[in-house]
């Protein structure tokens, strides 16, 4: 994990309160219920960072990650990038902003269409956006952006079904480049890939942040690769932030009782620093009926009877360190 690169104090991205529900028909004879995929969360990206969104499987990472792009329309709260709230645009007054807020997705074999080589795959956003004059001035900027992803420019005639799952997640990093981005998300990048390329396109991505200033919003199943890769960390649970934190003191001193499962779960090379694992009881309940209160009491250590099964609580910053914000009742500050 590198420093955090200086901020000034606007964020590039940043939500407020956000909230993205489904209406779901729970079948013919039981009315509809909603889905709090994303329920009120805040969260902010600066330029030139990486801000890692882990939780496990349902909790809502994806569905965050596509409302900030306004892929999926929020159902109430904000969303503000470069200082514009963008929350209700138009699809019209969104589209020049669309070149500055980028995705890559999961699966390299889904995400591009197999009928379309390398070259018009990544030319197409460009061209859409009108950002070349010709025909020769879009193929340069095909090699360039190519070879910026560690492929080779005489490749951009073949089809996606000429190259290895790593190979092809670079054409999805080039396509994503292709309209000078300043936010990508990156939505679990690498869990598709072998293990062995994995580490590869984890450093392109440091490699390409570090050149051109880019800001991830990096979401993952695997806590090392996000505490490889991110300044700061965002830890879900049921839709809800429930910890974030400058990476290292997240990995180093976890508050909340689902932070702290999750970290122990992870191998420590140290033998002396071995944590003791702590195994959550039950599943994830349903974002349909969430448990009242914390949302978490069910399956958690240390919940408290009439206090946690009440009142959600609030994500609020430790006194010592106000970067540090934790939404528990009994985490100690
Ligand atoms: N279009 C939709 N309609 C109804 N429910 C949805 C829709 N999209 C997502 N959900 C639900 O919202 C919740 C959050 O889903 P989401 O895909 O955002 O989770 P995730 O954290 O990305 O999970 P994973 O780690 O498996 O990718 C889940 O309960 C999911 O079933
Ligand atoms: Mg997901």
Do not use: W
Not at 12 to 34: I, M, Q, W, Y
Not at 84 to 89: C, M, N
Not at 205 to 230: C, M, N, R, T
Request: glycine letters at 6%; aromatic letters at 6%.
């Amino acid at each position: 994990m590198s420093e955090a690169p200086a901020t000034d104090s606007t964020p590039l991205c940043s939500v407020d309160e956000l909230s993205t529900h489904f209406a779901v028909n729970r079948g013919p004879f039981r009315k509809g219920g909603v889905v709090r995929a994303v329920d009120r969360v805040s969260l902010e990206v600066f330029a030139g960072e990486t801000v890692g969104l882990v939780g496990e499987s349902g909790c809502g990472k994806s569905t965050l990650g596509r409302t900030i792009l306004r892929l999926i329309e929020p159902t109430s709260g904000s969303i503000h990038f470069e200082g514009k709230d963008i929350t209700k645009l138009s699809s019209g007054a969104m589209r020049p902003l669309r070149r500055r807020m980028q995705i890559i997705f999961q699966d390299p074999y889904a995400s591009l269409d197999p009928r379309m080589s390398v070259r018009d795959t990544v030319a197409e956003a460009f061209e859409i956006h009108g950002l070349v004059k010709n025909k020769s001035e879009a193929d340069e900027r095909v090699r360039s952006l190519l070879t910026k992803v560690g492929l080779r420019a005489d490749q951009m005639d073949r089809y996606p079904h000429e190259f290895s799952g790593g190979q092809r997640q670079r054409v999805g990093i080039a396509r994503a480049l292709a309209v000078d981005p300043r936010f990508i998300v990156a939505d679990e990048p690498i869990s598709a890939l072998d293990v062995s390329i994995q580490a590869q396109i984890v450093n392109l991505l440091k490699d390409l942040q570090e050149e051109l200033g880019l800001a991830y919003l990096f979401i993952a199943h695997d806590l090392k690769v996000v505490e490889y890769l991110s300044h700061r960390v965002a830890v879900m649970y049921l839709g809800r932030v429930v910890e974030t934190a400058p990476s290292r003191e997240l990995y180093d001193d976890p508050k909340h009782p689902y932070t702290r499962a999750l970290m122990s779960a992870v191998p420590v090379p140290d033998p002396e620093t071995k944590r003791s694992r702590i195994v959550l009881q039950g599943d994830v309940p349903s974002p349909i009926d969430p448990p009242p209160g914390c949302t978490f009491h069910p399956r958690c250590p240390i919940a408290e009877k009439g206090v946690c099964d009440r009142e959600a609580p609030p994500l609020v910053a430790l006194k010592a360190r106000p970067s540090h914000k934790v939404a528990c009742f009994k985490a100690e500050g």
